[in-house]
């Protein structure tokens, strides 16, 4: 070790080199607690299969080139019979006609799981598979429980022509075709902001034990809107199930997890696999927090909109123009909706220009 004197002697070269060191270790330190963090938008994989490079800023060239044929992806999505939940899926599934077969879409078949156990009157209007939803109870009135179960039965019943699966939901628009963002084993996944596993270590490592790695390899998403391989989903979604369960069962992971602990779920099931996810920003916007449908691909409207007349939002309070999906619980929204007043965001008036083209197309409307 250097003492005080032994420094001062130290010739300009020795002090160059030890500075350089210094900033390699330096660098190699940040690099890893970037990495380890894994909050980026991140794509493409290194020789030892970590991705390692964002999306939109910076691709790998393996990505990069263009693909010489298409890779279609299912789209499924989990509903009940409920008719708040039919009626958006009725949107959802007009829209996502619209936009299949557009330049750019790699969407293929579309499927909705309809986990109530019995056919509903939207049987000829949107294509369905119809599940088991789990014992009764065994959900807790958590109904989203019920999702990870609805997958498992129609991976293993169905027969799934595309490669990849995209997992949706009923309040999901597409505002543009939709590409296939997953590359190969990589899932591709949308980043939410509340899903943190490392400011929940305490709960998360009762279902992602040590042994399996720190708690940075679980991704913060859930399992929707999520592009996957079909032999990826078959494997990671009888433990999402399971985790679920769990969960569940246990009062403090319901408690803090509350109405995201399905999503928790599903981010845990995977990291237990050893799947890592693509993390695309682009993927999905979710008004009114999200100003612009520029570049989105999907517009989730699962926050209410509600502003007063000179277009300022009134979160938290009702406001003189609002749109919330919870105002129609029992039947669907009405045809021709109002226009939010001047000066609210682009991404909120297109939200309810395209609920309100849909609606106008969909015959029979009010029998949702």
Known sequence: MFGRKAMGRASPVLLFLLALLFSFATYNILTMI???????NLVGANTN??????????????????????????????????????WQCRIMYYWYKQKKDLPGSEMGGFTRILHSGSPDNLMGEIPTMVVDPLPAGLDKGYVVLNRPWA????????????????????????VRP?????????????????IKPEQNEKIVR??????????????????SPVIIRKDLLGKIAPT????SLKMKQDPETDKVFGWVLEMYA??????????????????????????????????????????????ELTYGKIGEW????????????????????????ESVVTLVKMVNEATANIPNWDTS
């Open 34 to 40: 970037r990495h380890n963090r894994a909050i980026k």
């Open 266 to 311: 599903y981010a845990v099931a995977s990291a237990l696999h050893g799947v890592q996810h693509i993390l695309r920003k682009d993927f999905m916007l979710q008004p009114p927090w999200d100003l612009e449908t520029e570049k989105k691909f999907i517009i989730h409207y699962t926050y209410g909109c509600d502003y007063n007349l000179k277009g």
């Open 322 to 345: 609002r749109f919330d999906k919870r105002s129609h619980l029992r039947g669907p929204p009405p045809r021709n909706l109002s226009m939010p007043p001047p000066g609210v965001p």
């Open 49 to 86: 299969g970590v991705l390692v490079s964002d999306p939109i800023v910076e691709m790998p060239e393996n990505v990069k080139k263009p693909k010489h044929a298409k890779s279609p992806f299912h789209v499924a999505l989990t509903a009940t019979d409920a008719p708040y939940s039919k």
């Open 206 to 223: 009762k279902f992602y034990p040590e042994e399996h790695g720190p708690v940075t390899n679980i991704d913060p998403i859930g399992n």
């Open 178 to 194: 939709l590409p296939n963002l997953a590359h190969e084993r990589f899932p591709a996944a949308f980043p939410f902001f509340y």
């Open 240 to 243: 999402w199930m399971n985790v």
């Open 151 to 174: 997958f498992v039965q129609w991976l293993e019943k169905a027969t799934i022509e595309e490669e990849y699966i995209l997992m949706a939901e009923p309040d999901h628009i597409f």
